[in-house]
Every structure is written in C-alpha cells, then in structure tokens.
C-alpha cells in the first residue's frame, strides 16, 4: 500500500484520549449540577437569573427549556464541551499540530521507550471525528434547550475516550465497518 | 442536583465503562463457532493445508496492524497453516454477508476450508493457538 501514510506511535492518541476523558468528566459534572439537568425555580438562585417578565415557565419543568440563549452559553458544561469539540475538530482538520499530539511528543515521548510498533494515523483521525460529531449534538441539545442532552452526550464521548486510553479499544473505528456495510462511507471496488 | 451525587454518578460511570472495558477485552480472546459458512470469497489457493487464518481488517482499523503481525508469528511457527487478509474498505457485501461487525475480525478455516470459528476484536495468541491446535485436531506446538 503505497498511499499508506508515515505511522505514528499509537499511545499518543491513548496519551490524548486520557486527557479528553477528564475534560470530559467535568463537562459531565458541570451538566449534571448546572442549567443542563436542573429542575424548578429553587435552583435559579445560583444563576442569579431573574426570569423575564412575561416569561412563564411550569414550577417542575426544567430550567433550561426556560432560560435564554445566553444562558444556556454561558453555562460552564457547554463551554468546556465547546473547548472540547474545538479540540477535537483540531484533531480532524490538522493531526499533526494538535494540542494532546504535541504535548505527547515534546513531553512525554523522549521519557519514554520508543515505540514497539507504529500505526496508521488515519483511525485515529476518524475516531475524533466521531468524537466532534457526539459533542456537536451536545452542544446542539444544549442550545435547543433540550435538558439532559448535554451531559448524556458528553457520557457517550467520555465512553469512547475511556474505553480508548484504557484499553486501547477505538470505538471510532468499530463504527467505520458499520458505516461503511450501510454505505455511508469507504469505496466499493470498481466492478 | 447536589455537587455529591454529580460526582457519585461520574464515578459508576467511571466504574461501568471500566467493566464493560474489561468485558469486552476478555470475550476478544474467546472463539465463537462459526459452523456452515462456506469459503467461496477466498482463493483456493490462499488455503493451507492444515489450516488457514484469515484476518479482516479496514484502513480505519487501527488494532489491525498488531493482529497481523501476531499472527504472521504463529503461522510461521505452525506447518501447513496459511495466512490471507481480507480489506473490507471495498467489500461491504462480503462484511455482510460474513456478519462482520467489527474489524478486525480472525477466521480460522479448517484444512477443507471450512470456517470453524472466528474471533471478533483482538486475541490473545495463545487463544489463536489453541484454537488453530482444536482444528488442526492436535495441540499446535507453540
């Protein structure tokens, strides 16, 4: 395979996975104490958010189906979720150069063994597309005022990140198989 | 919701996909029998004559690699068992056909061509080994 790009050493999208796992379980934090899942009035004391006048919403419904746009951006879930998706469409557009890569290669590479084998870079590429999309419905839920679709997302990305940096599993590229026998992606050989 | 039950909650999550990790890399090794599936998709002469493993993989397959170069390692050890790869970037119709949810994915055909089971994800060698010994109808000496 001649196409086939330079392979890179496969613990460093593991070394990126691990930190986006963590970024991710704040995010998660933050959605469940935050605007993204809370219910009622009594919890607009913390926002210190005075509802509009005019503006009703039920005693039990959810207080992000009520807020204003502004809020639900403002809410820290969504934006260390939007810090995240950046990262991760840095990871799609420009592997090379993204913040995790770099930071294994300058940092934690010469401390350690050089690699035992190399990988082709473009699973990984993949995989944080996948990773981009998942936060990008998040973020969408978020701002359609849809409770709980921020955080149930970022569960779904921390899953994947989890499941990756421990155990080097890469549910991106599982997912490539299922798209591809849907037709979705990859080519058919000419017949 | 209080800041304590946040954090409980983030830590079974922690907890479960820690387990299913650990579940799904323990069923890898495990070989399911694949009885009554014909070989008609690989050459005749990609077989071997003991044996014959054939690994299916994906350009989006990134456990692949290591996989192929574990089982280069057993089929040079084993007489008369052959190694074929299959890219399923241009055959989707055969994924389908096979049931081949994930790459990659290890066939072992007997010395008829048979497929006798199949690993799913990645195996342990010494799980391949034996199985490979189980088809071959003695013990593989690896």
Redesign the interface.
């Known amino acids: 395979m001649s196409d086939t790009p330079a392979g890179i050493d496969p613990r460093g999208p593991r070394f990126g996975a691990a930190i986006t796992s963590v970024l991710l379980l704040i995010v998660i934090i933050h959605g469940l104490t935050g605007i993204s899942t809370a219910q009622g009035a009594a919890s607009f004391g913390w926002f210190a958010y005075q509802p509009l006048a005019g503006q009703t919403f039920l005693l039990n419904g959810f207080v992000l189906a009520a807020a204003p746009i502004g809020l639900r951006i403002l809410d820290p879930a969504f934006l260390l979720l939007l810090v995240v998706a950046l990262l991760f469409l840095w990871g799609v557009l420009s592997p090379r150069t993204a913040p995790w890569g770099v930071l294994y290669r300058k940092l934690v590479q010469p401390r350690s063994k050089p690699p035992t084998e190399l990988e082709d870079p473009r699973p990984p590429r993949f995989a944080q597309g996948v990773g981009l999309l998942v936060s990008v419905i998040g973020l969408v839920l978020q701002l359609a005022g849809v409770p709980w679709g921020l955080p149930i997302a970022a569960a779904a990305a921390f899953v994947a990140a989890f499941l990756n940096a421990a155990f080097g599993f890469c549910l991106g590229c599982q997912l490539y198989l299922l798209l591809q026998r849907m037709g979705l992606v990859g080519r058919r050989r000419a017949a | 919701?209080?800041?304590w039950?946040?954090?409980l909650?983030?830590v079974a999550?922690?907890v479960v996909?820690?387990l299913?990790?650990?579940l799904?890399?323990r069923r890898e090794s495990r070989p399911r029998p694949a009885a009554a599936i014909e070989s008609d998709w690989l050459e005749p002469d990609a077989r071997g004559e003991q044996a014959t493993l054939v690994q299916f993989s994906?350009?989006?397959?990134?456990?692949c690699?290591?996989v192929r170069?574990m089982l280069h390692t057993l089929v040079d050890d084993v007489d008369g068992v052959a190694l074929a790869e299959v890219d399923?970037?241009?055959?989707?119709d055969l994924?389908?056909r096979l049931h081949?949810?994930?790459?990659p994915t290890v066939f072992v055909l007997d010395a008829t061509g048979a497929v006798r089971s199949r690993f799913a994800g990645?195996p342990r060698r010494n799980a391949v080994a034996a199985e490979l010994g189980r088809v071959i109808g003695e013990p593989a000496h690896v």
Do not use: Y
Request: proline share 5%; hydrophobic share 55%.
């Open positions: 919701m209080p800041t039950i946040a954090v909650v983030v999550l922690v996909t820690a299913v990790g650990w799904l890399r994906t350009e989006m397959c990134a456990r690699p290591q170069r399923l970037t241009h055959r989707a994924a389908s081949i949810l994930q790459t990645v």
